[in-house]
């Protein structure tokens, strides 16, 4: 009891804090509140987030205390996300300004409907997590840990990352930046990469996953990769 009230009280700091570090990396370059496009996406991601993180906590705290560590064990992971957390900064700063100046003309319908795709995407992540209590936010084996090849599992051998792309090159089209995806779009080549690297680490330490490999071919996208 006192490990998930413990657990409760980071996700209680965290919720709030990604919301208010978000908000000012939006609101600040575009100098003003009336910028409707980041209250969307706002509201698109954080509020499920705030769902999903209350059914973790409820149905499995020991995977939202995995989703919770942000300290990578390996040297090349630590360097790979050190280049994304550049990239994302850049990303998300770059947006406001294009809203201030109005560099970019991203349609309405266009900005709703990639809205529309970060909902979807963060949804199916969601059911990726379900089926897979050992998807940590860091590329490790457990003690323990065995090979998922079940629900999205049986389709594609990394699903997660699969939603994660899907949901990075929506994220500048919504914001109404096109200029911002020069930055998302390395983001993309970094989890291209982070695959590889997981996959060797898996291939090396976590048994049945040669086997899986196998049978499941395609990494990420279905008669492709």
Same mark, same amino acid.
């Given at each position: 009891? #006192?490990?998930?009230n413990n657990?409760?009280k980071?996700v209680?700091?965290?919720v709030p804090?990604?919301v208010?570090? #978000?908000g000012?990396?939006l609101?600040l370059?575009? @100098? #003003?509140i009336y910028?409707w496009?980041a209250?969307a996406?706002?509201a698109v991601?954080f509020?499920p987030f705030?769902?999903?993180a209350s059914y973790f906590?409820?149905?499995?705290p020991k995977?939202l205390e /995995? /989703?919770?560590r942000?300290k990578? !064990?390996?040297?090349?992971?630590?360097s790979? *996300?050190?280049?994304?957390q550049?990239?994302?900064l850049?990303g998300?700063l770059t947006?406001g300004?294009?809203f201030?100046? @109005?560099?970019s003309?991203?349609?309405v319908?266009?900005?709703?409907?990639?809205d529309?795709?970060?909902?979807?995407?963060?949804?199916f992540i969601?059911?990726?997590?379900r089926?897979?209590s050992?998807?940590? /936010?860091?590329?490790?084996?457990?003690?323990?840990? !065995?090979?998922?090849s079940t629900g999205p599992?049986? *389709?594609?051998?990394?699903?997660m +990352?699969l @939603?994660? #792309?899907l949901m990075?090159?929506? &994220?500048?089209i919504?914001?109404?930046?096109?200029l911002?995806?020069?930055?998302?779009?390395?983001v993309?080549?970094?989890?291209?990469l982070r695959?590889?690297?997981?996959?060797r680490?898996?291939l090396?330490?976590? !048994? @049945?996953? /040669?086997e899986?490999?196998k !049978?499941v071919? +395609?990494r990420? &996208?279905?008669?492709?990769?």
């Open positions: 009891m #006192t490990d998930k657990l409760k980071k209680l700091l965290l804090l990604a208010i570090i #978000t000012l990396a609101f370059p575009a @100098g #003003t910028y496009q209250w996406f706002m991601l509020i705030f769902f999903v906590l409820k149905k499995d995977f /995995r /989703r919770i942000f990578e !064990k390996e040297a090349k992971e630590k790979m *996300i050190k280049i994304a550049v990239l994302f850049m998300f947006p300004l294009d201030r100046y @109005g560099w003309q991203v349609p319908w266009l900005a709703v409907a990639a529309a795709v970060i909902f979807l995407s963060y949804m969601f059911l990726v997590f089926e897979n050992y998807a940590s /936010r860091i590329v490790e084996v457990e003690k323990g840990q !065995k090979v998922i599992y049986s *389709i594609v051998r990394h699903p +990352y @939603g994660v #792309t990075y090159l929506s &994220v500048p919504a914001l109404g930046s096109y911002a995806l020069v930055f998302f779009m390395p993309v080549l970094v989890i291209f695959i590889l690297d997981e996959e680490l898996l090396k330490d976590l !048994k @049945g996953y /040669r899986y490999c !049978k071919k +395609y990420l &996208v279905p008669g492709i990769w």
